[in-house]
């Protein structure tokens, strides 16, 4: 089985393609002053555009783990997802509070999608 490297760097790449399965890594917001809905749009943006670069869109997602640092948030980031997610394709989802890694960060997600095929 191939495994393909998306914009690997010293420490992770963006995706790993392996096979017909693609993970995401964790995808974090850009303005960390932000609040929970900014904050959200953005990582679902981000993960747009991930999956525009390998030629897929959010109907290939299979599965998103959503963390927040506080869970106050939920109800805020749910309104954004509910705005984003395809509702003829809705992703398997778990959410939970964690400490994330930067101070001001409120949210990450982790993907895991099919490859899109061109048929």
Known sequence: MDMTRINP????SEAVI????????????????ADITVQTRQVL???DTVMAGIGGSKADIASVQVWLADMADFAGMNAVWDEW????????????GVPLAR????????????RPRNE
Do not use: H, K, S, W
Not at 88 to 93: I, K, T, V, Y
């Open 18 to 33: 392996v096979g017909d399965i693609v993970f995401l890594a964790g995808q974090v917001p850009d303005d960390l002053t």
């Open 9 to 12: 760097g010293p420490r992770m």
């Open 103 to 114: 101070t001001g960060m409120r949210v990450e997600m982790i993907v895991v999608a099919r």
């Open 85 to 96: 997610v395809d509702r003829a394709n809705p992703p398997a989802r778990a959410t939970g």
């Open 45 to 47: 943006a981000n993960i």
